[in-house]
């Protein structure tokens, strides 16, 4: 039994219905892997291949929209959908999950870290403690998300580009720094839970 290839990838609407043309599509992309990948490939059924588009947010989006409003805030994916070539949206969702509960957790809590009276005083005053975390969420959140997505977009459009110059610059330049670079961006400290 040979898994299911999904191609996150962006692909032409005629290669998006046509299974086979996505099944070459793909084989055109294999030519300097091991032959056991090629042949696990080879061997999928093409009704086993689907292709689902890849989502993007431009960061500017981030720097001037709102992450959050109200008592609603958006995480994940939805704060920060990226191309896969840093291998960095589930782990800046966990990162965003950490990030998040401490927020709400030290907005609830007074400073000490004591909650009134073992409860928080109203709805009111409750609601509004959410909605300070939840902007302080989005404010620690925001150039994070922006540097993930941007870094990854042009990651990607380095790793895709066919261009001389840039093919050119790419292995010649790029490809010294580039790895430790990358590496980095998967070196964040989102901090602790205390509570």
Partial sequence: MFPKILLLH????????????????????????????????EK??????????????????????NISKGNVCVAGDALHPMTPELGQGGCAALEDGVVLARCIAEALLKPGGEETNGKIVDEEEEYRR??????????KRRWRSIDL??????????????GTIINFLRDNFLSRFLPGMLLRKGDFDCGKLKY
């Fill in 10 to 41: 962006f692909v032409d609407e005629e290669l998006e219905d046509d299974p086979v043309k996505l099944k070459q599509f793909v084989m055109s992309k294999l030519e300097d892997i091991p032959n056991e990948m090629k042949s696990v490939v």
């Fill in 130 to 139: 959410i909605e300070i975390g939840l902007k302080i969420f989005a404010q």
């Fill in 44 to 65: 999928t059924q093409l009704d086993a291949i689907l292709s689902s588009p890849l989502k993007y947010r431009r960061p500017w989006e981030l720097l001037w929209g």
């Fill in 149 to 162: 997505i941007s870094t990854s977009y042009m990651v990607g459009y380095l790793q895709q580009n066919n």
